[in-house]
């Protein structure tokens, strides 16, 4: 397996992230999928308004080439474009249960596949998804529990039971 050589560069700011990333194969004698770049720009999950609801997206584009070892001559290359948008509304009940719906949707676009060994026309697909996330946070503190070797002074118990829920058509 060929250790991956890359250059990535990323920018943060407060509510977005940028990422830039380029692999290029080094040696010839070894198979790799080229990413010559692959840019993404994700929107961290940031409030709507004064509304309950939150956004957050990830959308990227790259072009992506396929080498074959020792030059082989029918590799292929294309380029992908995807973004997905989601909304959540985050609930809290009890002051222990959060609840989190969310609906969202993914449009990935492949364009033809050029080079010798190029088989694909270009395609496009969107996804609709939907589902509801539900976790608790449970704790529990015996603070007579003492032990000199470990040194234990009290101990606390956390439970942090989940379930997510997924629909996509």
């Known amino acids: 397996v060929q250790t991956s050589s890359f250059l990535e560069v990323n920018q943060l700011w407060p509510n977005l992230s940028l ?9 010839d004698f070894f198979e790799t999928v080229e ?25 990227s584009i790259g072009y992506f080439r396929r080498q074959f070892a020792n ?17 959540t509304l985050p609930q809290n009940y009890f002051g222990w249960l959060n609840v989190t719906p969310r609906t969202g949707g993914r449009f990935t676009h492949y364009g033809e596949a050029e080079g010798r060994g190029a088989t694909t026309a270009e395609q496009s697909r969107w996804v609709f998804n939907t589902g509801a996330e539900a976790t608790a946070k449970l ?21 942090q039971p989940s379930v997510n829920y997924a629909w996509v058509p």
């Open 19 to 27: 990422n830039v990333l380029a692999q290029s194969r080094i040696n």
């Open 35 to 59: 990413r010559l770049p692959d840019v993404k720009l994700s929107a961290l999950p940031q409030q709507v308004g004064v509304t309950p609801l939150y956004y957050e997206s990830d959308s």
């Open 71 to 87: 030059n082989i001559s029918n590799s292929y290359a294309a380029w992908r474009g995807d973004s997905f948008h989601q909304v």
């Open 139 to 159: 704790s529990r503190t015996w603070p007579g529990a003492r032990n000199r070797f470990f040194e234990i002074d009290g101990l606390r118990h956390i439970l």
